[in-house]
């Protein structure tokens, strides 16, 4: 089979691999298309910065956001699948796993390949059905989607108004992709208004799609401003890279209020401890997804996705063949080009 290979900073090389051979309680499934994720031009960028990689590359890369065909009941092609990528390898047994928190399971096996290329092979657990009629390119909005989804739902903010974000305005700083879904997230958890930081047009017209009532722009705005006369009670950062925008997001949260952290930081970033502690800050860094109140944040992303599928469909904007990953990786990183979500499909 083929998959793409990270050869070293901003270097990819497709080739062919042994295929993947489904052993003990793994299924096998076949990639249908899979988007590169933030992080995944995080490790791209910053190959010695990504956790838990051995030296040699690793087939599929990186490459969480999948959809795929898995076997059905008579062992061909039945049903369209998404993966949920820390269910993919956990061992199901350990403290973590039975308390649906599988990111940080303690005994992860380690999988030959991810969704850039033909083929994975997964637990079962980790596949979620997808809607009859979904088009494959809004089922793999279903991962980021649960990321944003699970920032709100495993917040304090949530937590205190018993499961809803009534009532509450909340600002989000970045509008790529994930910006995006934390935007459409909010505004269907129930928030009462959401203002968004966008820096492109494109970005800012699908914003408003999917829920803000506001749009800043940081080259004609003054945005420090803008989002403190807005007064959130949370504020998501997205944007991650440098501390400039957890600084933005510290500085102008409402008191009291909440900073929810999506983005991911090259280096160490620093906290203006005064500030927080003088305005009763609450912070939460948010990482992939997980079970609260009985539920999955996928079996939620889902529904979202499924009920409003117009106001989701903009946010795939390229698409490239597995062969062409390098160049899927260079457009993704120039959000100039219009770049919200690119998908590589085999």
Same mark, same amino acid.
């Given at each position: 089979?083929?998959a ?12 062919e691999?042994?295929p993947? /051979? ?9 990639v ?15 190959? =010695?910065?990504?956790t ?26 039945? /049903? ?17 796993c039975?308390?649906g ?10 999988? /030959? ?28 909005? *279903? ?13 304090? *903010?949530?937590?205190?108004?018993d ?21 459409a ?22 914003a408003? *799609? ?6 800043l ?29 957890f ?12 900073v929810?952290?999506? #983005?991911?930081?090259d ?13 009763e ?8 997804? #997980? ?16 009920? =409003? ?38």
């Amino acid at each position: 089979m083929r998959a793409a290979f990270l050869d070293g900073a901003e270097r990819i090389a497709v080739r062919e691999v042994p295929p993947v /051979r489904a052993e003990g309680h793994l299924v096998e499934i076949d990639v249908i298309a899979c988007g590169i994720c933030g992080s995944d031009l995080h490790g791209w960028r910053h190959p =010695d910065l990504m956790t838990g990689r051995p030296e040699a590359p690793i087939p599929g890369m990186a490459g969480h956001e999948v959809v795929a065909w898995a076997p059905g009941a008579d062992g061909g092609r039945g /049903r369209r699948v998404v993966v949920e990528p820390n269910l993919a390898g956990n061992c199901g047994r350990c403290t973590a796993c039975l308390d649906g928190k599988a990111r940080f399971c303690s005994d992860r096996a380690t999988l /030959r390949s991810w969704g850039f290329s033909e083929r994975m092979s997964v637990n079962a657990s980790a596949l979620f059905d997808v809607p009859d009629g979904m088009a494959d390119e809004l089922a793999i909005l *279903t991962e980021p989607l649960a990321c944003a989804v699970h920032a709100y739902r495993a917040s304090h *903010t949530f937590a205190a108004q018993d499961g809803t974000l009534a009532g509450r305005k909340i600002a989000v700083i970045g509008a790529g992709a994930i910006g995006l879904l934390a935007t459409a997230a909010g505004a269907r958890l129930g928030a009462d208004a959401l203002l968004c930081v966008a820096r492109y047009p494109r970005q800012a017209a699908v914003a408003e *799609t999917l829920g803000a009532i506001e749009v800043l722009d940081p080259a004609l705005d003054d945005v420090v401003s803008g989002i403190r006369r807005f007064a959130p009670d949370v504020v998501v950062e997205a944007v991650g890279g440098g501390p400039e925008t957890f600084d933005l997001a510290v500085r102008t949260v409402k008191p009291g209020g909440e900073v929810l952290v999506l #983005g991911l930081f090259d280096d160490p970033t620093r906290l203006d401890t005064r500030r927080a502690a003088f305005r009763e800050l609450r912070m939460f860094f948010a990482m992939t997804y #997980g079970v609260t109140d009985g539920r999955h944040d996928f079996e939620v992303a889902l529904e979202f996705l499924e009920s =409003d599928p117009g106001a989701f469909g903009g946010l795939v904007s390229h698409r490239f063949p597995l062969e062409k990953t390098a160049d899927a990786f260079v457009a993704a990183a120039d959000k100039s080009t219009g770049a919200l979500r690119i998908v590589v499909a085999p």
